[in-house]
């Protein structure tokens, strides 16, 4: 009997020197609660899930909401068993499949063939069973003689029909998918989501993250919103789509008049700078253009990349050997 | 993709008993690390013409172009620097070869492990199995100079099998910790493969341990690779294996376990995030 059950999960997604001191200018107050500081102020990793708890019984049809960087794909990566949680319990029952991230999990240089047997294997399967599939496969991705060529050659929906195709067919008891079918055409939508239904019908879950409101309400009953990381709201799949794009449009508003009035007040932080750039330069008897002007105390924010003591060394350099 | 075990409980904790059932359950996968390691060795080789043969040639280069240079500046006899070069290189290559490829043996799985949860040993034992073939080729090189130079086996060349044996043991150990370490650290990768270079002669393969008096044949002593070359190498010269060798190795090889343990404990759950 496949089961998932989350309690109180928690993922603190660490940068390691990807973020700068500068990042964290442009925070909104929701964002701040996210971010996690060293002791020196730097972003040192981001809490990408924040005690997450949910449950999925046999014949589940999960769908997974929410806004870019609200945790759904971290969240389907855990689930997957690729991400270790920093707290809280996850337990899965059954086997596994999950198709998170379209480029991965094959070997490019290998034919569709080669991909088959090495991702068969890698399920678990033997040999012979994945012999028993191979036709079934070759069928279902409709890739015909594309399947003796490298997978480097296909195109994107070439490769989702080959990872589909493969991932169903050695019928999984969980099946986890993140933005899978977009890649598709209509045809192959149709037909994936018809497979997947068969598939919830013998009584497997099926975990779908998508923005796409169509596709989800075809094919989950049930839907997850996550926003910044948290369970927002749990219910049948309709009714979270309808309170979820309320919230959206509100959001959407609400951020089109905030960067309004952020690029007004940047654009005035900038022209008062080379305001000032200009009047040292003109004090200074020299022509100097503004863009270039130097005002030897460093950044003033607008620039943090120059604002280190290197830059105002070379800086200082140039502005000696051009006779300054 | 799939997950190989039906059920999975994922929570902080246990984190020295997840290494050993890691080690295991990926040594059960056999079938998927063999098929990894072989088509990565046909894609290197991949349109050439001569393909995975170039191991051979390029080794046996090595050893005739080696041994015509230097013969000159050692006192042993022709034959016996010849059977020298060319077991020891093998040797010296497959331990520096695993340290090597340990600094990549996780950075480069970074697709797979990314999208499915496999054993991390998997990636190991895939990486170990085509050094080992590279070995297993470059071994048939030197037997058959070794031949060709009038050498037949003896008795003391089974001390050659427990070598094999404890330089298995050591790869999956060298490599497990390397894969952590410079996943996390990506500088190690740079210093390793520095190291290794001058490695190579610091350790008796251009010159024989014989050719050294005094002083530095003891500081030859300090260099450790050179006593897991002896261990391999002197039995199938027909010599007795040094009990300094084995003791050195045998030392070496707990340690090095030891840190894959506490590596592992501390670092085998954050893998993901690092890649």
Redesign the interface.
């Given at each position: 009997m496949s089961r998932i059950r989350v309690e109180n999960l928690h993922v603190n997604?660490?940068l390691?020197g990807r973020s700068r001191a500068a990042a964290g200018l442009t925070e909104t107050d929701a964002d701040l609660g996210r971010m996690l500081r060293g002791p020196d102020g730097r972003v040192i990793g981001v809490r990408a899930l924040q005690g997450i708890s949910f449950t999925a019984e046999a014949g589940d049809r999960l769908a997974l909401l929410g806004e870019n960087g609200s945790g759904k794909t971290t969240l389907l990566?855990?689930l997957?068993?690729?991400?270790?949680?920093?707290?809280?319990?996850?337990?899965?029952?059954?086997?596994?499949?999950?198709?998170?991230?379209i480029?991965?999990?094959?070997?490019a240089?290998?034919t569709g063939h080669?991909n088959i047997?090495?991702?068969g294997?890698?399920?678990?399967r033997?040999?012979d069973e994945i012999e028993d599939k191979r036709a079934e496969i070759a069928a279902f991705s409709e890739l015909g003689d594309f399947l003796d060529l490298p997978v480097e050659t296909y195109s994107a929906g070439m490769r989702m029909r080959l990872s589909f195709a493969?991932?169903t067919a050695?019928e999984?008891?969980v099946l986890i998918l993140d933005e899978w079918l977009s890649a598709g055409d209509a045809a192959f939508r149709k037909k994936a989501t018809e497979r997947m239904r068969r598939f919830v019908d013998k009584a497997g879950i099926l975990v779908l993250a998508s923005h796409s409101p169509s596709l989800l309400s075809d094919t989950c009953k049930r839907a997850l919103w996550l926003d910044q990381g948290r369970v927002r709201a749990e219910g049948p799949v309709g009714d979270i789509l309808k309170e979820y794009n309320a919230e959206m449009e509100r959001r959407q508003v609400s951020r089109d008049e905030r960067a309004q009035t952020e690029i007004a007040a940047a654009q005035a932080a900038r022209a008062a700078m080379q305001a000032e750039a200009e009047e040292r330069a003109a004090r200074k008897g020299r022509g100097l253009k503004p863009g270039y002007a130097d005002g030897g105390t460093g950044g003033t924010g607008a620039e943090p990349d120059l604002d280190n003591p290197l830059a105002r060394l070379i800086r200082r350099i140039i502005s000696f050997l051009s006779g300054r | 993709?799939?997950?190989?075990?039906?059920?999975?409980?994922?929570?902080?904790g246990r984190e020295l008993a997840g290494f050993f059932s890691d080690l295991a359950a990926g040594l059960r996968?056999t079938?998927?690390w063999r098929?990894?390691a072989w088509?990565e060795m046909q894609?290197r080789y991949?349109r050439s013409m001569l393909g995975v043969l170039w191991i051979v040639i390029a080794y046996a280069i090595f050893v005739g172009g080696v041994s015509i240079i230097f013969s000159g500046f050692s006192r042993q006899d022709g034959a016996f620097f010849v059977m020298h070069v060319a077991i020891g290189y093998a040797a010296f290559t497959f331990i520096t070869g695993n340290i090597v490829d340990g600094c990549q043996v996780f950075v480069g799985a970074r697709?797979?492990?990314?999208?499915?949860?496999?054993p991390h040993s998997i990636h190991v034992y895939r990486s170990i199995c085509r050094s080992i073939f590279t070995f297993a080729l470059q071994f048939v090189v030197a037997l058959a100079i070794m031949i060709a130079a009038g050498w037949r086996p003896t008795l003391t060349g089974l001390w050659v099998l427990p070598a094999i044996a404890v330089f298995l043991l050591n790869a999956v150990a060298i490599q497990y910790l390397m894969g952590l370490i410079s996943a996390?650290f990506r500088d190690i990768t740079h210093l390793v493969t520095s190291i290794t270079r001058l490695l190579l002669f610091v350790t008796p393969i251009l010159w024989t341990r014989f050719d050294l008096r005094g002083v530095r044949s003891t500081i030859a002593d300090f260099n450790p690779v050179a006593h897991y070359v002896e261990i391999f190498r002197a039995p199938l010269m027909n010599l007795d294996p040094r009990p300094l060798s084995w003791a050195v190795v045998l030392v070496l090889t707990g340690l090095i376990w030891l840190g894959a343990i506490i590596a592992a404990a501390r670092m085998r759950?954050?893998l993901?995030?690092?890649l």
């Open positions: 997604y660490p390691y990566q855990v997957a068993g690729i991400y270790a949680p920093d707290d809280g319990v996850v337990e899965i029952d059954g086997r596994t499949t999950a198709l998170v991230n480029n991965l999990g094959m070997n240089e290998a080669r047997t090495l991702r294997l890698a399920s678990g033997t040999r493969i991932a050695f999984p008891d | 993709m799939t997950q190989a075990l039906p059920t999975r409980r994922a929570a902080p996968m079938d998927l098929t990894f088509d894609q991949r697709a797979w492990i990314h999208s499915i949860a496999l996390r759950r954050r993901a995030y690092w």
